[in-house]
């Protein structure tokens, strides 16, 4: 049996992946039309740059987001503090709003890496790109109609699109080439067909309102993304576990470090 993690720790580590979701302030819309959308995906590119981060898969939804964001580095949390307060600081200019425009905290799930050495383990990030890819189509955004196959790539601001594209035409922001490969698809005109047909034949198969949500090893998606930490082998969770509990233990000596400080200090000038 694992234990959940202990809540509020971030975990951080060179090549960690996550899935990263927020949505806005009372669930009200972050983008109020085309000109925000297209600021959100130049501020992504950006704090990319600054991060040296790696976009696997994204879409932008009226009132949240979904990433599939990759950290070379161990720098989550500092990329996102910038990345969320730009794009708020950008929208409330253009809007003449102010205050919050995010509810609360970013969701980041830990996900286990196609690189992860056991059979399978390919099987979480795989779902995890359908799963972004296929918001459109459980939002009703995309027509489903019986006997064709629905135009999944037609919603513009997900990166499904942008893999059908020939790799000199996509946005420098989002990296295919582990998306392709964890497929088994080559990045040319046959494999790019097939990666989005792979995708509209599910939209096609599956019921609407579970379209994307696929289970493995009895861990539901939509329940793991919602309220889970991780999403993973027994293997991966357990290594995750540990991180959090070495993070944890560092905290609390700093913590009693800095108390014995305090109170060191008190009697000094007592």
Request: proline share 4%.
């Amino acid at each position: 049996l694992i234990s959940p993690m202990p809540r509020q720790v971030r975990i951080e580590y060179p090549g960690a992946i996550y899935h990263v979701m927020c949505r806005g302030d009372r669930r009200e819309a972050i983008f109020e039309d085309d000109k925000d959308r297209e600021c959100f995906l130049e501020t992504l590119g950006q704090a990319v740059l600054r991060a040296g981060w790696v976009i696997h898969a994204y879409v932008l939804m009226d009132n949240h987001y979904h990433l599939l964001i990759e950290t070379p580095e161990a720098n989550l949390v500092r990329g996102m503090t910038w990345f969320q307060t730009t794009y708020t600081v950008r929208y409330n200019v253009r809007h003449r709003t102010t205050g919050h425009l995010y509810g609360g905290r970013y969701k980041a799930v830990l996900v286990e890496s196609p690189e992860g050495g056991s059979a399978g383990d390919a099987d979480y990030f795989t779902t995890l790109i359908d799963y972004i890819h296929l918001n459109p189509v459980r939002a009703k955004l995309i027509e489903i109609t019986k006997g064709k196959l629905p135009a999944v790539d037609s919603y513009r601001w997900s990166s499904l699109p942008e893999y059908r594209k020939k790799r000199s035409a996509r946005p420098d922001l989002l990296e295919t080439s582990k998306g392709f490969g964890t497929f088994a698809l080559k990045d040319g005109p046959a494999g790019r067909r097939q990666f989005v047909e792979r995708v509209a034949i599910r939209a096609q198969r599956e019921k609407l309102d579970e379209c994307g949500l696929a289970e493995i090893d009895g861990q539901g998606l939509q329940s793991t993304l919602r309220r889970g930490w991780c999403y993973g082998s027994a293997t991966f969770k357990e290594k995750m576990l540990g991180f959090a509990e070495d993070l944890l233990a560092l905290r609390s000596t700093k913590r009693d470090r800095s108390k014995n400080y305090r109170g060191a200090e008190a009697k000094d000038h007592g």
